[in-house]
């Protein structure tokens, strides 16, 4: 007689079905609800902005701006898709084609443009052509019927800060297509959670993609807990949520900025550890263990994701607190970076570059950094790991490149 396996019993809790959950897929971010509370404003403006596509128009090019989990995301596409609905009831206008593309994850120009090309119809090689040709492709696909293509670019300023040069070409050539074009017609949709993103641009991208700008402000304790509140109802089974997870989850999430994303992670993930332990109930206590789940999953996402740039500065700053530097400054990173970027064959950027990108280290937390007197020599930056040591070369030592340098010496330590 064969025994059950030890993972029959785990498994079959699944496949008898969830105690906890009545559908955990609405407590995702990718999830669009039929309503989006508290963004009604930020709708009916984007939907004013590109209602003359009905009309057989091209709306202007628009920038979202906010932090990340203000609904930016979610209200794009809500509109769009109410848009494309709406077109299609319309005799002889030809509906309207949206592509959606996450700058981030997508990585490159190159990729962005081949992306584009897939959205007309027609496909490139993943990597090899130069990208001047595959604009050229794209171009042409597209422009071979009457067409609008509304392009929308999600964290667009990861374009930017991959390579400045090329990211900015890009966009220009993206934001000045409908001088270019015969037939089609292209609209631009930028997303991006960086309220500086602008300074990163050239003057010529700037004056055209910024024709009309929308600002997601972040939701107060209050907004989240509407909207948690309605995702509840629909995610999870009747009297599971004890009283008290609701505000707990808003009232954290406000801390963070206002993001919805984060209160809905932190609901999911305190719902799929009660069900873990076998418990019908959600309680603050796992609420509170999720916050220390999701952190730990946000500063390793946050590092793997990096620009090699970035994830070098950050290197550097490890290799300075390594050696007992006692006060880290600017200079000292950069002079550390430079060697480091120079033993992988890189082209080192300038220091005022790397203040930037210390700036943007510091706001995704990975740093920490004060501005402190010295009296007569004026003012300096002193710099600090925000994370342990140890958890950031772990994470690091999943770059190839990154790790060849984990016994490095820079020079300039003295």
């Known amino acids: 007689m064969i025994q059950d396996k030890p993972l029959d019993k785990l498994f079959d809790r699944f496949v008898k079905g969830s105690g906890i ?15 989006l509370p508290y963004r009604e404003e930020q709708m009916e403006k984007l939907a004013m902005i590109l209602g003359p596509a009905l009309q057989g128009a091209t709306p202007s090019n628009i920038l979202l701006y906010g932090k990340t989990g203000t609904g930016k995301t979610a209200v794009s596409k809500y509109v769009l898709n109410h848009l494309v609905n709406k077109a299609k009831e319309i005799p002889d206008l030809e509906t309207p084609l949206v592509a959606y593309i996450n700058c981030r994850l997508v990585g490159t120009s190159y990729r962005v443009l081949a992306r584009l090309c897939e959205a007309v119809g027609t496909e490139v090689p993943f990597t090899g052509l130069p990208t001047d040709e595959v604009y050229n492709i794209f171009t042409s696909k ?20 991959k390579n400045n040069t090329t990211g900015n070409d890009v966009l220009y050539n993206l934001t000045r297509l409908n001088t270019t074009l015969n037939k089609a017609r ?25 024709d009309e700008e929308v600002l997601f402000h972040p939701y107060s304790a209050y907004e989240l807990q509407g909207i948690l509140e ?22 954290l999430a406000a801390r963070e900025h206002g993001d919805a994303r984060r209160a809905l992670d932190l609901l999911r993930v305190a719902g799929e550890l009660a069900e873990r332990r076998g418990s019908d109930k959600v309680t603050e206590s796992d609420v509170r263990e999720a916050q220390k789940v999701i952190e730990r999953d946000t500063v390793s996402e946050a590092i793997r ?5 970035s994830k070098l500065v950050l290197f550097s700053v490890y290799l300075l607190m390594k050696m007992n530097v006692s006060e880290i400054i600017t200079g000292s990173v950069f002079n550390v970076y430079t060697e480091l970027s120079e033993a992988l064959g890189m082209e080192p950027l300038t220091q005022r570059r790397i203040g930037d990108l210390l700036n943007e280290l ?22 600090r790991l925000a994370i342990p040591k140890t958890q950031l070369i772990n994470i690091l030592s999943n770059d190839s490149r990154i790790s060849r340098l984990f016994n490095f010496t820079p020079k300039s330590i003295k």
């Open 21 to 35: 959950f009545k559908d955990r897929n609405v407590l995702r971010p990718s999830y669009i609800p039929d309503e």
């Open 142 to 161: 597209l422009d071979e019927k009457e067409q609008l293509l509304i392009v929308v670019l999600d964290e667009v300023d990861q374009i930017v800060k």
């Open 186 to 210: 292209v609209s631009i949709i930028g997303i991006s959670n960086d309220l500086k993103f602008k300074e990163l641009l050239d003057p010529r991208v700037l004056s055209s993609l910024g």
């Open 230 to 251: 309605k995702r509840v109802s629909m995610g999870f089974n009747d009297g599971v949520i004890e009283p008290g997870v609701i505000n707990l989850c808003a009232a």
């Open 305 to 309: 994701t990096l620009p090699m740039q």
């Open 362 to 383: 510091d706001m995704l937390g990975l740093i920490n950094s004060k501005v402190v007197s010295k009296g007569r020599y004026g003012r300096t930056k002193i710099i």
